[in-house]
């Protein structure tokens, strides 16, 4: 799969917000209130700190989707827009 | 041990903060005995709207105590701000409600005109067809019949309003003192005697009842009947939106921060717990009224329990057996707070400037 272009391995069976953790520690969205950055945290799918654009779906918490072969990953930037195709 | 203190709020919610704030700022020593994170409160779990439409169409001196708090919030805003440096985010510009029955819209039509009635100059609101509002509001979902407005009806951040609330009156010099049930209040010959439940007592000269559905317990202590009851309500939180929505209304509105906060049920329930059926209806009814939502997820749902008199409108109670204590209950806590903070306080002060109240009496309902 990919994030913000660059390949990302992961293993069968591992979370989308456990690749991207395991890849570097930039972070992986900015916050709507501050724009501060932010990366997994609890992976347990509370903290929603693990947002992510996967396929063209915004605001999706990395940590509760596994990661498939393909998948197209985004960082999230502040909050999604209303509507499709954001 | 807690010092002697002449005036006590027995209920740290909106309507108690605002009230201690208020008796503050008249120069009054106000102690806050706010109960335990169990109780159930509405000031925790409500939906934010300043709002009047439909506030008192049968009731004049309701329509017009709820059209002056509506006026004041702006003031009132900016002097917490003052005091707080917190913004409530106060947005004023206007709400709708919408109608996806017919007959429903024209029943609520003909209510705001009796309100205009009551209110005269200065009450202005507007009822749109189908056609207007989908020309005001491109985007909007067929299965709107209709709509109202009112450019009064706005809305706040009520978790901050709750904090704001707090500091202010801790910067007028309120002592708040949290995790402090009160199991028993006595009136003596001096003033009274409060109880608290971890044994500790406090003799105060003047009690207002503040505690929410707590005063239904408290208020026959102090004489009062306190006929109060639960009526359940809950709603949905959206996860944030980057896009404004470009109206508020009374069951959605979007938060200062982004998310959107779809609400409106009541029922007849002592619990707090969410039913999928609401839930649902929420979530259906927000998709009818603005179809691009479809896609926008729910990231949480509340119940919580508003604090309803038999006719839903607010009791301000002076006992008449026991001089010095006082009732103060209402649903619509946010919408009232500017006047509980200075027009009611004068009330309680029994100052010559302060309003008539008698209308909120609670002796109307055993009179009718
Ligand atoms: C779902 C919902 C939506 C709402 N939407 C709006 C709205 O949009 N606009 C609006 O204006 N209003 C709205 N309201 C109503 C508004 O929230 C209430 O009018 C307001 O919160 C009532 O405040 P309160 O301080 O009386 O009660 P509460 O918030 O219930 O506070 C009572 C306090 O008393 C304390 N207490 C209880 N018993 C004792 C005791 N024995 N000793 C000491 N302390 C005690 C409790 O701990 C609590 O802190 C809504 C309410 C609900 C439930
Ligand atoms: S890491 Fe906390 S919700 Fe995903």
């Known amino acids: ?86 | 041990m807690v010092p002697q203190s002449p005036t006590a709020i027995i209920g740290g919610g909106i309507v108690g903060l605002a009230v201690a704030l208020g008796l503050a700022t008249r120069g009054h020593n106000v102690l806050v005995l706010d109960g335990s994170d169990q109780d159930m409160r509405a000031t925790q779990g409500n939906f934010g709207l300043v709002w009047l439409q439909g506030k008192g169409a049968g009731h004049a001196p309701y329509a017009r105590w709820s059209f002056q708090a509506a006026q004041a919030w702006a003031g009132f805003a900016d002097w917490l701000s003052s005091l707080t440096g917190i913004d409530v985010a106060l947005c004023q510009q206007g709400g709708y409600e919408f109608f996806t029955d017919a007959r429903e819209f024209e029943g609520f039509g003909q209510e705001l005109r009796q309100q205009a009635a009551a209110l005269g100059e200065g009450f202005s609101f507007e009822c749109l067809s189908q056609g207007d509002l989908s020309h005001r509001l491109p985007g909007i979902g067929r299965a709107v019949v209709g709509a109202t407005f009112c450019p009064l009806d706005g809305h706040v951040n009520p978790l901050r309003l709750h904090v704001a609330l707090r500091k202010a009156g801790q910067a007028e010099g309120v002592r708040f003192v949290g995790d402090a049930r009160v199991a028993s209040v006595r009136a003596k010959a001096e003033g009274f005697e409060i109880l608290r439940e971890n044994g500790e007592t406090i003799c105060v000269s003047r009690v207002v009842l503040c505690a929410g559905l707590g005063a239904a317990h408290l208020g026959p202590q102090l004489g009062f009947c306190a006929p109060i009851r639960a009526q359940q309500g809950e709603l949905l939180i959206t996860e944030r939106v980057a896009d404004r929505l470009p109206f508020l209304s009374s069951t959605i509105r979007q938060v200062d921060e982004g998310g959107l906060q779809i609400g409106g049920t009541k029922a007849e329930a002592e619990n707090d717990v969410e039913t999928t059926e609401h839930m649902v209806g929420l979530a259906q009814h927000a998709v009818q009224v603005w179809p691009r939502l479809a896609d926008i997820r729910v990231l949480r749902s509340w119940a919580a329990l508003r604090v309803m008199t038999p006719d839903g409108y607010p009791i301000y109670q002076r006992s008449t057996d026991y001089p010095g204590a006082f009732l103060v209950t209402c649903h619509s806590g946010v919408t009232l707070a500017p006047l509980h903070a200075t027009r009611l306080a004068e009330w309680i002060d029994e100052d010559p400037a302060a309003p008539k109240l008698e209308a909120f009496d609670e002796r109307r309902f055993a009179l009718s």
């Open chain 1, 1 to 86: 799969m990919s994030f913000e272009g660059a390949e990302v391995l992961a293993r069968p069976g591992e979370s989308v917000a456990a690749a991207l953790l395991g890849r570097d520690s930039a972070a992986t969205r900015t916050t709507p209130v501050s724009g501060a950055g932010r990366t997994p945290f609890c992976m347990m799918g509370v903290c929603f700190d693990c947002l992510v654009t996967i396929d063209g779906l915004p605001n999706v918490q990395a940590c509760m989707v596994e990661a498939r072969e393909g998948m197209v990953i985004r960082r999230q930037h502040g909050a999604r827009r209303i509507g499709k195709g954001s």
